[in-house]
C-alpha cells in the first residue's frame, strides 16, 4: 500500500476521531459546570481516578504525535531527502523532463552510451539510445532550468520594450 494512499486514510480516521475527542471533552466539560458535585463523582472518572478528560488528551496526544511523524515521513518523499546516491560513477542523470505528476523522461548515461528512458507509475521503459551523445555542461544544466533565470529573463524583455516605447514617444516629440 502506497504511503499517500495510507496516510489518506489515516487523515479521514483522525478527522473523524478528533470530532468524537472533542465532543467527548465539550460535554464532560458542560456536565462539570453544570453539576460539579455529581460530575466529580460518577460520569466523568474513569477505574483508577483517571477522568474522560485526561484520556481523550492522552489519545489526541498520541494521535497528534502519530500524525506529525507519518507526515514528516511523506514530506521526506516527497522532497526525496537521501535521494542521492553516491555511486561509482558509471550510471549518471543527465537530464530529465516532467511530463505529468508522474511520469518523466530521462536522459541516462551509461558508460559511454545515452539512453532515453520514460518513468511512469506503470514502470521503466526503454524508449531510444541516442547514436551521437549529447554534451550537457553541469553549470549551464542547473541554470537553465531554473525558475529565477526564466524570470529574469521575461522581465529583461518587457524591460527593453518599455525602453524602446519611451525611446521612441521621445523622438516623435
Known sequence: MSIVIFLNRFLRCFTTLRGVFFTQILLSQSLYA????????????VAGGISAMQISQILGGLLL????IFW???????????AKISGNGLIKILSYLPLGTREKLILVSVGDEQILISSSPQGISHIHTLQKNIIIPENEAESTSSFAVHLSQILQKKSLQKNQQNDKKNRDQ
Do not use: M
Open 34 to 45: 453544570e453539576n460539579n458535585v455529581l460530575a466529580k463523582t460518577s460520569s466523568s472518572s
Open 72 to 82: 514528516g515521513a511523506w514530506l521526506a518523499k516527497k522532497l526525496k531527502f537521501g
Open 65 to 68: 504525535v502519530l500524525f506529525v
